[in-house]
């Protein structure tokens, strides 16, 4: 995961926004995805943006790109306790490659 | 529509004894994947399939892992010899490009090696 990279942690109240914030190194990127991960299950998709896009917006969910700084970023608004989960952020790279490319995720606790 | 279904979910072994684990992913989907997370971790991809042919295959450790995808649909993994340090979890996942390769995982199967 050394090229894309998260904090690893992330505390916040219930009610409040929550940014989850990733840096991705190749500017090749085609497709920036969040997963979600809560303890016991699988990697669940959240939502994707394609790199032509700076924004994209699903229900209490905002991604925003910026492609100049390689810099990407989910903002959750309402935290729930339901959202306290690790989050990961992913990056495919051109080409006829479907490697992602994962960060290490970041740990997102929301307290009542 | 159904997802990616895994199986067993949990599995603890002995070490040195053989684990299999199963994949049936989301139909129509050609290309499937094995991926495994250890704690902590991100995914690392294991393999990679079209279809039935894997394209992927560099980070599979050869001497004790193996896959299969023999019709192109389900696939299964295996693991023989477990050693301790293959105590992780085994996602399997699948994509299309009718889909826009969007990647889709299972649940995932979590091995204890003892």
């Known amino acids: 995961g050394e090229d894309v990279e998260q904090s690893l942690f992330l505390s916040v109240r219930e009610g409040d926004s929550s940014v989850i914030n990733c840096t991705y190194t190749?500017?090749?990127?085609?497709?920036l995805y969040w997963y979600k991960q809560e303890p016991g299950a699988g990697l669940q998709l959240l939502t994707y943006?394609?790199?032509n896009m700076d924004m994209k917006q699903d229900q209490r969910l905002t991604v925003l790109l910026n492609k100049k700084d390689k810099h990407l970023s989910l903002r959750i608004a309402d935290t729930q306790t339901g959202d306290s989960a690790i989050y990961f952020c992913a990056e495919r790279r051109g080409g006829n490659n479907r490697k992602l490319i994962w960060g290490l995720g970041t740990s997102l606790a929301v307290n009542p | 529509e159904a997802g990616v279904v895994q199986s067993p979910r949990y599995k603890i072994i002995e070490k040195k004894q053989p684990v299999a684990f199963w994949c049936n992913p989301i139909s129509g989907h050609n290309t499937l994947y094995w991926y495994r997370q250890n704690l902590g971790q991100g995914p690392e991809l294991l393999i990679r399939y079209e279809n039935e042919e894997a394209v992927d295959d560099s980070q599979l450790p050869k001497d004790r892992f193996s896959a299969e995808r023999l019709k192109g649909v389900d696939s299964t993994l295996k693991i023989q010899p477990a050693e301790l340090g293959d105590s992780a979890v085994y996602l399997c996942?699948?994509?299309?490009?009718?889909?826009?390769?969007?990647?889709?995982f299972g649940e995932g199967s979590w091995l204890t090696v003892v």
């Open positions: 996942a699948s994509s299309s490009a009718a889909a826009g390769n969007t990647i889709y």
């Open positions: 943006i394609f790199s």
């Open positions: 190749d500017s090749s990127s085609t497709y």
